[in-house]
Structure formats: C-alpha cells, structure tokens
C-alpha cells in the first residue's frame, strides 16, 4: 500500500511555517486523505541538516500519540515532502479561550504526555512543544507533530565523542564518570519538553500565554525576564487543586524538580475518575 507522489491530488493549504507549507491532499483511486508537508527548496545549510533529522526522527516513531508519517519523497530536484496522517480538527490553537473544562484538557494532557513519555524513552527531546504543533482529530485523538527542531540525544560519551580512538582505553571509573555527567544532562534535556508541554497546557485553559499579561505581545526582552526572574505562571486559583498541583510540577524552575512525563502521567490530576 505505498503511495507514489504522482497518485495524489491537492485539495487545500491547511498550514504553513518556516520550514514550508502542509497541504490537504486525496489519493486519487482509494480517495484517502493525507496532509502533505512540502519544504522549502532553497535552503540554507542549517535548514537542510534540520530536515535530515525530522526525516531520521520520522523514520524512527511509530506511536499512536505522535503524527504517523507515511512516506518521505524526495525528487532529484532536491524537494522534499512528508506524507503524513491528516488531522482533521487542526492544532491545539484553536482550543485557546474555548471554555474548556479541566476533563477535557485532562484528556489530552494525557495523550501529550504519552507521546512526550514515548520519545523521551527513545531519547528524542522534541524542543518545540506548543500549541501548533499539537494536533486534534475528531475521534478525540491528540497528537505531537512538527519533529523540525528536534533532536536524538547522543548516548555516546563526550569524551568519546572528540577522541574516538582514544576511549578504547577509558579505565571504568573514567567512563562512568563521563557517563553521569551525561546522564544528568540528559534528564534536563528532557525536562525542557515538559516546562514547554506545562505552559501550553495552561494556555488553553486560560486562552492566552501565561508568561506575559493577557493582550500584551511578547517581545524577547519582557520573555527572558518572565521565565526567569520572576516565578514561575501559576493556575488560576478557581482550578481545582490537582489542576494547579499539575500545572505546578510542569513548571518548577529547577529542571531536576520537575516532574518527568512518566510521573505526570500518575498525578492525581490525571488519575480522577469522571
Ligand atoms: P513551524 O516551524 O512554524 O512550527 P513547520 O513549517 O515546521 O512550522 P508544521 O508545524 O509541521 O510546519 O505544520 C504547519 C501547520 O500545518 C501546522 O501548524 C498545522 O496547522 C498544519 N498541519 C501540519 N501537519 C498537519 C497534519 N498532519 N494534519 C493537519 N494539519 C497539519
Ligand atoms: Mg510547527
């Protein structure tokens, strides 16, 4: 069942970002929609190392809770295009200031922190979660996308890594030294994900971003002094308790007292029966 680039029809934009535009596309014989993902052909170096890794994390997942990727054409021309699972509800964007309840945002904090636990034990940090790069279907599915900025965090040690040879003859206590100081890195690695996956969760609940006062534009400046130099955003104080407490273990300062994905996954917030 692989589909050639040939066998599909255009039906509408249905986004664009800096790495180029995402289209609405049919398969022309089994009428199956599809959302395909069509980069930019002049692209710079960077931009074109940034593709190389989506492409290798797309090739690399394969979970429910993260956009399946179909196919990858690439043309001699140098165009790239990522057939992917269509998403028929659109990013989670469209959720901010919805009047929605502390349920139904329980249910898809759930979903993101599934995909979120996925890659993470994959070691994938995402490094772009907000709410356009989450997307919704209407069987109620919440899914991760846009893997452009993301990342496999190298295992290797980073001694190892400039000397190759050289660690063949690494004594033990110097390799698991290096190893820790690896393993601790990664853990805040990670942790960036979740801060990202707390801030979004809290502005769809309030219908704008928590980091800055409702209605004013975030310049850089205002941004790095909010996150920080003052404390971090907090739930309203109508929420429930689980609710604030959630929010709370997503954005503790301290990336080592942050709740992992695997944890959250077990906070009383997501664990109340409705
Ligand atoms: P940016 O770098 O600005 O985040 P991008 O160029 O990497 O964006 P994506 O985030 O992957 O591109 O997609 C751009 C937009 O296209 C999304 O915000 C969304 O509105 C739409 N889109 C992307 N993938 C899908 C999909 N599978 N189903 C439906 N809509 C999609
Ligand atoms: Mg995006």
Avoid at 22 to 30: E, P
Avoid at 67 to 72: A, N, P, Q, T, Y
Avoid at 196 to 212: H, N
């Amino acid at each position: 069942n692989t589909v050639s680039a040939t066998d599909l029809d255009r039906i509408n934009v249905l986004g664009s970002g800096n790495s180029g535009t995402v289209y609405k596309v049919t398969h022309k014989t089994t009428s199956e929609i599809y959302a395909l993902k069509k980069v930019k052909e002049d692209m710079d170096s960077t931009s074109r190392c940034q593709l190389l890794r989506e492409i290798e994390i797309l090739r690399l997942v394969d979970s429910p809770y993260i956009v399946k990727c179909h196919d990858i054409f690439q043309k001699h021309s140098g165009e790239v295009s990522i057939l992917m699972e269509y998403m028929d509800l659109g990013t989670l964007e469209s959720l901010r200031g919805s009047a929605i309840t502390e349920d139904q945002l329980a249910l898809i904090a759930r979903q993101v922190l599934k995909g979120l636990n996925y890659l993470h034990e994959l070691k994938i940090v995402h490094r772009d979660i907000k709410p356009a790069n989450l997307l919704r279907n209407s069987k109620e599915e919440v899914k991760i996308a846009d893997f452009g900025v993301s990342k496999v965090v190298v295992k290797s040690l980073n001694k190892c890594n400039s000397f190759a040879g050289t660690c063949a003859y690494m004594s033990p206590e110097r390799v698991n030294s290096e190893a820790d100081v690896a393993e601790e890195d990664k853990a805040n690695v990670y942790a960036g994900d979740i801060w990202s996956f707390g801030l979004t969760m809290l502005e769809i609940l309030v219908g704008y971003f928590p980091l800055v006062p409702q209605g004013q534009k975030p310049d850089l400046a205002t941004l790095i002094c909010a996150v920080c130099l003052e404390e971090s955003p907090k739930a309203p104080e109508e929420c429930s308790e689980e609710f604030k407490s959630f929010i709370d273990c997503c954005l503790r300062k301290k990336p080592s007292e942050r709740w992992t994905a695997s944890q959250l996954l077990n906070h009383p917030f997501l664990l109340r029966q409705h």
